[in-house]
């Protein structure tokens, strides 16, 4: 692969906290390698701020290998940038040429509000899942990991909801700003499992009433979420959530209406 | 103070029984009225949390990432071992014993590494109950593969991603009791002081990572799971936030450092390609499996990969161990790509690489595709595409990260990599209760320094982190505060808070008026760059003492020229870096002697003066089988304390994978 250096300009959300209104700002990066990832990028925009006694940016990040799902950009109007099943982390500056002009928001969403810059408040998903995504089993209480034989279709389905990395890009794609995907793949993951069965209809609507109240929109179908998912988690999961909604919905289940 | 590690009497595999059977309990009225402190909610502090909520607890959990999920355990690709013999190919729990301890170097203790394997087959039921989608065979039943150091198949995986599914499953129980109130979770919050009172750890002083206010919060008890130190190298498989500041907070208040000097180097990373490079990323273990891994026969082979003949390639792994072939365990696989790199066969711009090649693997699986499919003259192209298949489905999100971040493709060429810090297995002294010397302070996955000796073997990581938590933890905190139940919840407004408050408050002011000219970022690669040089992979005498003095000058100009943007009272990334790299520059110093008073090599402490003739590593047990745990004693005053180790069952010999 050839190797190239670039410079750039970068349009960054600055906001200097969530009472801020918040405004874009434009900076001058040089000399930028393509073999570079776009938060190493960003690590050298800041040390140059540092340097010029400037501010740096406040940006989310953490394991920079695409699991931990904290790094949150929203790049030239797209939820992890261009690349296809791809964090922010793993975005790398090849991507890019001499010259470009690179446009740098924060995940959007009234359910996401700004700390700073572009870092957002995303506990609203901790307590979607407080709210049911868990099967009730304590400590110590298990039988045999093999007792419970699992069909390999359901299992790897479980699986591939279950690799949901919380990161919220989901979200900050959808113009209604629904957590629909994110709740879905809770939902999926469990509900393809025998152990998630019991708490099947409580679950279900539990999670989607906390989803409401926390401001997130409504789904409706757009799929956006699935095409700038870095997981590449489905939207069957959707269509499956929906399915086992209705069913909670006839059989009257939630743990708090009962 | 004399080490009392209160390894129970008794012969191997009644320890742990006879303990759990005669342990002090406490009864449920009780439990509400005892608050425990978590410290980290990756593997260890997400599944410690969860259990102690479960059991009656009240527990408070402090993370500095947004979300408990984040925790770095959350990056753990292979897999976790388990001694379930559901592959009916000889394991037991003496065996996952055995390739543990001799895994270590024989720097473990035998007491804990049995409980280890004991309690390793419960960790898989309880992941499955919780819905931990592991891998499965068609049956329906567990899959399981290879790890380095064995030769049993009992590792248990979810694809590349078994550290996210089983902190997921953490995470999700742990959530239940946030739910329930049993737990109260603090995120964006780092732990920056531990308050003793009257000789116990009486609770914490956290700041606040979204206001920068300092919060005082009580705990009968209070637990670090806040995971290693490997990030005092900069360039590591670490995430960017992963620190050491709680556990040495822990050690300046007397908490002993166990074996420093241990750290391993992960023998297959991404490389490093330039000045700019922030973090390392790992490609699994897993993939020895499967993969060969050579350099050119020919020094300074310039050739691409595929241009170079068969018999012109060194599979140097083979050549050597040819007992374990790829698998050999971490330390040696590491030393060996090093051996080759600095002989002038290493590839790659840097030459700093060696390769890891599926093109053999690929053609196996596919040859064992079209015979299922009865394809009887299928070419040489339908056999490679059947084989990427397989490949896909076991390693694809592992070779698509790959090739995300060379931009080369991994099914075609073959992987370059080199070793890369990854774990540390020194850490907080802990007794067989997983208890600090200061009493009430305990330290548990990582954090601690008990299980894995001078090297862990992979997959052995997510096992002990959630045997301390699930498992262990549950029984040895109830022995203690079974004595602490008549002690009231103690006010924040006593001395002790007030005094550690003001601790951190001037720390902090300090950090913020030196308003020097030089970024935290550049003091830590500096520190970085003095740990791997001189005490990386291989270290000797003249470099350690060079070292030391190198990083009390670092330390000294950091405390004099450091720059610090911003304010204190709001959102401060750099702040709270250069609160973590002030750690790692005292840190640093403390490992370096450690690995000086080491005379010896032992698993992934390699002194070049100790090696044997053929280059492995040469143990110095009359002297040296001892845990050296280091008391602090003031700004590079450390004096070290022994704990010799005993083995009754096992017999250290010179380790073989040959």
Excluded at chain 2, 360 to 381: C, D, F, P, Q, T
Excluded at chain 2, 466 to 472: P, Q
Aim: hydrophobic share 35%.
């Amino acid at each position: 692969m050839e190797h190239y250096h670039m410079n750039l300009t970068l349009k960054v959300w600055k906001q200097k906290n969530k009472n801020d209104k918040g405004r874009f700002e434009t900076y001058e990066v040089k000399n930028i390698s393509s073999e570079m990832s776009f938060l190493e990028m960003f690590d050298v925009l800041n040390e140059q701020l540092i340097a010029e006694g400037k501010e740096p940016i406040a940006f989310d990040h953490d394991c920079r290998e695409g699991i931990c799902g904290a790094c949150s950009m929203y790049i030239n109007g797209r939820a992890h940038g261009p690349w296809h099943h791809t964090t922010t982390c793993q975005l790398h500056m090849r991507e890019y040429k001499d010259g470009d002009t690179i446009v740098v928001e924060p995940f959007r969403a009234n359910a996401f509000p700004v700390i700073k810059d572009l870092v957002v408040d995303r506990t609203a998903f901790d307590r979607i899942i407080q709210a049911g995504g868990y099967i009730s089993v304590n400590t110590g209480n298990a039988v045999d990991a093999n007792a419970i034989p699992i069909d390999k279709h359901n299992a790897d389905e479980a699986f591939a909801a279950a690799a949901c990395i919380g990161c919220g890009a989901c979200v900050a794609a959808c113009p209604n700003a629904s957590a629909m995907l994110f709740t879905s793949a809770k939902v999926s993951h469990l509900a393809l499992l025998p152990q998630g069965e019991p708490e099947r209809t409580t679950r279900v609507a539990d999670m989607i009433r906390q989803h409401d109240k926390e401001g997130f929109g409504g789904c409706t179908n757009i799929g956006a979420c699935e095409a700038e998912c870095p997981k590449g988690i489905s939207l069957e999961n959707i269509a499956r959530l929906n399915r086992e909604y209705m069913a909670a919905t006839f059989r009257g289940g939630s743990k708090n209406s009962i | 103070m004399t080490l009392n590690s209160k390894i129970p009497s008794g012969s191997l595999e009644s320890k742990w029984k006879t303990y759990k059977s005669t342990c002090k309990l406490v009864n449920p009225a009780n439990k509400r009225q005892l608050e425990v402190i978590v410290i980290g909610t990756g593997l260890a502090g997400a599944s410690a949390a969860a259990s102690l909520g479960e059991m009656g607890y009240k527990v408070k959990t402090f993370c500095f990432q947004d979300s408990p999920r984040r925790a770095h355990s959350i990056a753990a690709q292979g897999g976790i071992n388990a001694a379930k013999n559901y592959q009916n190919d000889g394991d037991s729990t003496y065996r996952l014993f055995y390739d543990t301890v001799k895994g270590g170097d024989y720097r473990a203790r035998e007491g804990n590494v049995y409980r280890l394997a004991e309690v390793s087959a419960n960790i898989i039921d309880q992941c499955v109950a919780q819905g931990v989608p592991f891998a499965r065979e068609y049956g329906g039943l567990l899959s399981n593969r290879s790890f380095g150091g064995t030769q049993v198949q009992r590792t248990f995986y979810a694809a590349g991603q078994t550290g996210q599914q089983l902190l997921i499953g953490a995470y999700q129980a742990l959530e239940r009791q946030v739910a329930l109130g049993n737990v109260k979770q603090y995120s964006r919050h780092e732990m920056l002081e531990v308050v003793i009172i009257d000789g116990k750890a009486r609770g914490i002083i956290a700041r606040n990572l979204v206001t920068g206010e300092l919060e005082r919060h009580f705990g009968h008890a209070v637990l670090l799971c806040s995971g290693g130190y490997g990030n005092v190298f900069y360039l590591s498989t670490n995430a960017m936030g992963s620190n050491v500041t709680a556990a040495w907070k822990a050690h300046k208040k007397g908490a002993y450092f166990g074996n420093p000097c241990f750290t391993q180097i992960h023998p297959t990373c991404i490389p490093v390609s330039g000045d700019h490079q922030s973090k390392l990323t790992l490609m699994s273990e897993s993939l020895r499996n499967d993969g060969r891994i050579w350099v050119p026969k020919k020094q300074g082979d310039n050739r691409k990969p595929n241009d170079i003949p068969e018999e012109e390639r060194d599979y140097y792994l083979e050549r050597r161990y040819p007992a374990f072939g790829n698998l050999v365990p971490r330390d040696v696989a590491s030393r060996a790509a090093k051996e080759r790199c600095d002989a002038g066969y290493g590839v790659g711009a840097s030459k700093q690489a060696v390769y890891l090649d599926y093109a053999s693997a690929i053609e196996r699986y596919g040859k064992v595709e079209a015979n299922k499919l009865g394809l009887e003259n299928a070419s040489a192209e339908k056999i490679t595409e059947l084989g990427k298949g397989v490949v896909e489905a076991k390693y694809g999100n592992l070779f698509e990260m790959y090739e995300k971040i060379t931009g080369e493709n991994p099914y075609e060429v073959p992987m370059r990599i080199y070793p890369a810090v990854h774990y540390t297995m020194g850490g907080l002294w802990v007794d067989y209760e997983l208890q600090t010397t200061v009493p009430g302070l305990y330290a548990l996955g990582e954090a601690n320094f008990s299980d894995h000796g001078a090297n862990r073997l992979g997959a052995s990581a997510l096992m002990q982190g959630l045997a301390d938590g699930y498992f262990v933890i549950p029984y040895t905190l109830g022995n203690n505060l079974a004595d602490d139940i008549r002690t009231k919840a103690i006010p924040t407004d006593h001395p002790a808070f007030v005094a550690a408050e003001k601790e951190v408050n001037d720390r902090i002011n300090k950090l913020m008026s030196i308003k020097g000219t030089e970024s935290v970022e550049s003091f830590h690669k500096r520190l970085g760059k003095i740990m791997w040089d001189k005490c990386g992979m291989a270290r000797n005498e003249k470099g350690l003492r060079e070292a030391i003095e190198e990083i009390k000058a670092l330390r000294k100009e950091f405390w004099s020229n450091v720059r610090i943007p911003g304010d204190i009272n709001e959102f401060n990334p750099e702040l709270d870096k250069a609160n973590r790299v002030a750690d790692f520059l005292e840190l640093g110093e403390l490992m370096c002697m450690d690995a000086l008073n080491r005379n010896e090599s032992c698993g992934g402490h390699f002194r070049e003066e100790y090696q044997t003739e053929d280059g492995e590593a040469m143990r110095q047990d009359d002297n040296y089988m001892y845990v050296a745990a280091w008391e602090y004693k003031g700004e590079s005053q450390f004096e070290m304390h022994k704990e010799e180790l005993v083995y009754d069952v096992v017999h250290p010999t010179q380790r073989s994978y040959k």
